[in-house]
């Protein structure tokens, strides 16, 4: 794949827009770093980007959208959380909140949690590209995964080059950091990330609660779960991959972009079934495979 830079201008929102709405991954400046940005809502997309960054495993995204009102058809804002984004949106401040029921938020983008991370950044480059595309942006660091986080248009080209259809290049990014994260899904605010914005009342409860950048909590299924299955044993609820059909796949054509799409759904799906285990077909641990394999071990064994 050829990866162009083109500065940021009207009709480079207007190509990135298209190549999102296609379901691309393309990266954008924030104030804080670059982001490799995708639809939110299509989890082809949001596995593009895992695909793209080369992660090993699913952290939950950070989702982007234009303002609070905006958040707020997604999250569930308590008191406390809605007087933080009024104080500090646009910007770079991230809250975890209950995700709604209803949100077209696809599961891999928050890892199958029923939380989400939402933020309303400063940018013009990110704020025009959420007006144009008009859907949620999942976007991590535009970097590929173990390098460090892009705070100019040419570290993203060093590193995602070949991996990703466009830049939007606005020079220097003028935080340099990743957003601050606090967690307001019940009970009191939590530091989950230190970052550019410190907010006192926060800091001070959060620190010995938990250390920064850790994450609370992974989702798991409630059954056991076995990998490397087969066939289903009595009372399993097969999950196939390729050659291994169940009573759903991942991918029927052994497609990583499509399984990782699909993990977390079908996870659910097989944690709601009336069956009382759940099994997993084996899924190759090359490219994308390693992050599903990843979280598949950590649902197996939480
Ligand atoms: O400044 C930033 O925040 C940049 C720009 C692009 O906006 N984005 C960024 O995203 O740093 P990322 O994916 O590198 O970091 C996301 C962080 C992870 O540490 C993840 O664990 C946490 O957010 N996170 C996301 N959803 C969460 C959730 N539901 N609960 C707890 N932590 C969550
Ligand atoms: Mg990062």
Do not use: C
């Amino acid at each position: 794949m050829k990866t162009r830079v083109l500065p940021f201008n009207d009709d480079a929102i207007a190509e990135a827009a298209e190549l999102i709405l296609a379901g691309e991954p393309v990266a954008v400046p924030t104030e804080t770093v670059y982001g490799l940005a995708g639809d939110a809502t299509n989890a082809r997309a949001v596995a593009r980007i895992y695909d793209a960054k080369g992660r090993p495993s699913f952290n939950p995204l950070i989702v982007h959208v234009s303002d609070l009102r905006a958040a707020e058809l997604l999250g569930a804002f308590d008191a406390r959380a809605r007087a933080l984004a009024k104080e500090h949106w646009p910007g770079p401040l991230t809250l975890v909140v209950p995700l709604n029921e209803a949100a077209p938020i696809a599961a891999l983008v928050t890892a199958g949690l029923s939380s989400v991370a939402l933020r309303a950044p400063a940018h013009p480059a990110m704020q025009a590209l959420l007006r144009a595309v008009g859907r949620p942006l999942a976007a991590p660091s535009a970097n590929a995964s173990g390098s460090i986080s892009p705070t100019r248009a040419g570290h993203v080209l060093k590193s995602l080059v070949g991996r990703i259809p466009l830049i939007i290049d606005a020079g220097r990014t003028d935080r340099g950091i990743e957003s601050t994260i606090v967690a307001a899904t019940g009970g009191a605010l939590r530091l989950l990330r230190r970052g550019p914005i410190q907010i006192d009342a926060v800091e001070s409860a959060a620190a010995a609660i938990e250390a920064p950048g850790q994450l609370a909590s992974h989702y798991a299924p409630s059954k056991p779960l076995r990998l490397n299955a087969d066939r289903a044993e009595r009372r399993e609820y097969l999950i196939g991959f390729g050659a291994v059909t169940g009573d759903a796949t991942l991918s029927a054509s052994g497609d990583l972009v499509e399984a990782a799409s699909r993990l977390f759904d079908l996870l659910h799906e097989a944690d709601a079934s009336d069956r009382e285990a759940i099994a997993v077909a084996p899924v190759p641990d090359n490219g994308l495979g390693a992050a599903i394999n990843d979280r598949l071990r950590r649902a197996a064994h939480p």
